[in-house]
């Protein structure tokens, strides 16, 4: 039977699946890695001869990791810090693997398992906003994930939304993620809460001054994404990571704001959903791209 | 010979180009129209017949105008206010085109003539700021004009710099077209100037206010760039429009501000330079569309 494998590498774990042509599921992984000595990659090496050893070898295999794909897709180019040994490494050669494994930014991949079998199924144009300790996305529009020049395309996290702001990691001034991700929560609350869910947590307990720097969160939020929604012009807005557990009391006061602030042509208005897949959203996205779906190359 | 047709409605005037398949000028209009009873429409047939009066029946007519093009691109599918008539009218039976006439949003037009002929030619990844009375845009990424689900992509004029400002035409708040545009700068700089780049000319004379007020603009400018570098990751920005005639005193403090606010991966650094083409690019645009180049459909 027909089948592909795509692998998720995180920070902390991989998260692999193994699906037919069609998206059904013939089993998946979920294994821990401590980064050091390149362990995530023998770890990635075994799953595969796993799943290649219980279901046969697979038609194709995809990975996604973080940091920036190179240009031929066979490798990640451009991840500094941390999961050494990772830059360059070529997938196709150390999987062995006779056709060649299409490598993917982790957000990319996401968005693309979000397309493919989650809350954007179908749909042609379409961001994602992964909301946790920074705020990651990408971005598909008109049926073709987005690459750009260096693969960097997508990272809708690093948009100013105050021009007179503090830099963020990648020096864009007041970003969104500075205004909403977990990473400088502290900052934001002079030190009283350590996650952008305890900031909810108090505001839904009746805490004045959480209301008050939640709305601020959410307002910076929806501005974003109009904003995106005007550059990029997607049918649907997909919002997951950590903080999107926080259900309706942030896609509440986001509907609210792109009531005021999204551009509505002929009324026309843009869905915005939670990201369904969780964290398998990336290894199917893997799998996807791997079938040549969503994307140019 | 083989040649295509290139025509751009403005809001005042119309320019058209007919040009061999190789991008070689054979002959250019520029015709004024009054904005009544579609004097627009019949001059552009009037255009189209000179031309092939002259060259022959044409291969291709591409056709460019303001508003957000129909899925099909047959027509103009959103344009309100001005223009009335081109909302849903064939560009293809009207000009009674054996071949479907592709209908492109200005902007857009004006982004692939650049990319075709112009200041990024050879790019396949491309951003074009245009900075007038408001500020327009487009976008191409991986070799593909975005055009979005709405036709609206590319609207880069409409993302927020200051989440708490004002709400912009399309209710985008603190809008860059908001910081630079001259459709607000009475307000920008309290009645003192009539367009930016009577703002520029007293900055360029040492008047402190004008030098405050220009900086805070091209710092808004060089925030929304790098902003849009990180969603769409061009090698290269074009920036155009009316206030691109400052010249260094506009590119001089943009390339500043990239210089604090650009995410420069391995030290990549994107391109920033003028619109070449002036106002020929959206006719060259719409000439390169019709010949099926720089875009998905």
Redesign the interface.
């Known amino acids: 039977m027909a089948h592909v494998v795509g692998i998720d590498l995180g920070g902390s774990s991989i998260k692999a699946v193994c699906v037919s042509a069609q998206g059904g599921l013939l089993a998946e992984a979920n294994v821990p890695f401590v980064d050091r000595d390149r362990e995530w990659a023998h770890k990635i090496r075994t799953i595969a001869a796993d799943f290649a050893a219980a279901h046969g070898a697979p038609d194709a295999i995809g990975l996604s990791a973080p940091g ?1 794909a190179s240009r031929d897709a066979r490798s990640i ?2 991840m500094p810090g941390r999961l050494i040994g990772l830059e360059g490494l070529d997938w196709t050669a150390w999987l062995g693997s006779p056709r060649p494994v299409p490598v993917l930014n982790d957000a990319h991949a996401a968005l693309l398992g979000e397309v493919w079998k989650g809350a954007a199924r179908g749909a ?2 379409a961001i994602l906003l992964t909301l946790g300790t920074g705020v990651g996305g990408a ?1 598909m ?4 994930l ?11 996290g ?7 702001g503090a ?1 963020d990691s ?6 969104v993620e500075g205004e909403i991700g977990n990473k400088n929560i502290a900052e934001r609350s002079g030190g009283r809460f350590r996650t952008t869910l305890e900031l909810v947590d108090a505001h839904l307990a009746g805490d004045a001054d959480a209301t008050r720097l939640w709305l601020r969160s959410t ?2 939020l929806a ?2 994404i ?10 649907v807005v997909i919002v997951g990571g950590g903080i999107a557990r926080a259900g309706d009391a942030l896609f509440g006061p986001v509907r609210t704001g792109l009531d ?4 509505r ?2 009324g ?1 208005k843009v869905r915005v959903v939670p990201a369904s897949l969780g964290d398998l959203a990336g290894a199917y996205g893997a799998a996807w791209n791997a079938l040549g779906q969503g994307t ?1 190359v």
């Open positions: 920036l180019s451009f042609t144009s971005a529009v008109d049926g073709r987005l690459r750009g020049h260096l693969g960097r395309a997508g990272h809708l690093h948009v100013t939304v105050d021009f007179e830099l990648v020096n864009t001034p007041g970003s307002k910076a501005a974003a109009a904003s995106l929604v005007n550059v990029l012009d997607p049918e005021r602030f999204e551009w042509p002929g026309a140019s």
